[in-house]
């Protein structure tokens, strides 16, 4: 039920709840939590993306792809506020949430946006980012983007040294 029909199941998951939940009813509660949690994270619906994400760690405290996707979205939270204050935390941010999954170059990608909405010109630490995601796993979606902004920043790098010659 938690893989076919997550939401049925969290809809059912109060009466379970308080009938002392089985280690099993426990994990198949995560399960449902965090397929709910993903698909939020895909169509970009943070804040419940990360209500699915705690109650998955309700029922499994060390679930790592729980705590990583916490991670990420508090880093998206801020990044998307634009402010510089708050652009140096969702670095710090996806910095950590990399150690959660450290072959994942997702974090990377998000690390060098977050270099270019503080300043754009900061080529070495933008394009150092986006080559240390490249070098890592991504999703097709994201890689494609990663090798556009790497194209992107390039080019402005070389139209500015070429500017000041």
């Known amino acids: 039920m938690a893989i076919d029909s997550p939401r049925e199941l969290i809809d059912i998951q109060d009466s379970l709840v308080n009938s002392n939940l089985s280690k099993k009813n426990q994990e198949a509660l995560a399960l449902a939590h965090r397929k709910i949690g993903m698909m939020h994270m895909v169509e970009k619906n943070y804040l419940k993306a990360k209500n699915n994400f705690s109650n998955v760690l309700v029922f499994l ?27 140096w935390n969702a ?3 996806y910095y950590k949430a990399s150690r959660f999954q450290p072959d994942n170059g ?9 270099y270019q909405g503080l300043n754009g010109n900061d080529f070495d630490l933008i394009l150092e980012s986006y080559q240390k995601a490249i070098e890592l796993k991504l999703p097709e979606m ?24």
Do not use: C
Request: glycine share 4%; hydrophobic share 35%.
């Open 142 to 165: 994201i890689k494609n983007d990663v090798e556009q902004e790497i194209l992107s920043v390039s080019k402005r790098e070389k139209k500015l040294k070429d500017f000041w010659k």
């Open 61 to 87: 405290a060390d679930d790592s792809t729980a705590r990583y996707n916490l991670l990420m979205i508090d880093g998206h939270l801020l990044r998307k506020t634009g402010k510089k204050e708050n652009l």
């Open 91 to 93: 670095i710090e941010i």
């Open 106 to 114: 997702e974090p990377f990608f998000f690390i060098g946006k977050s």
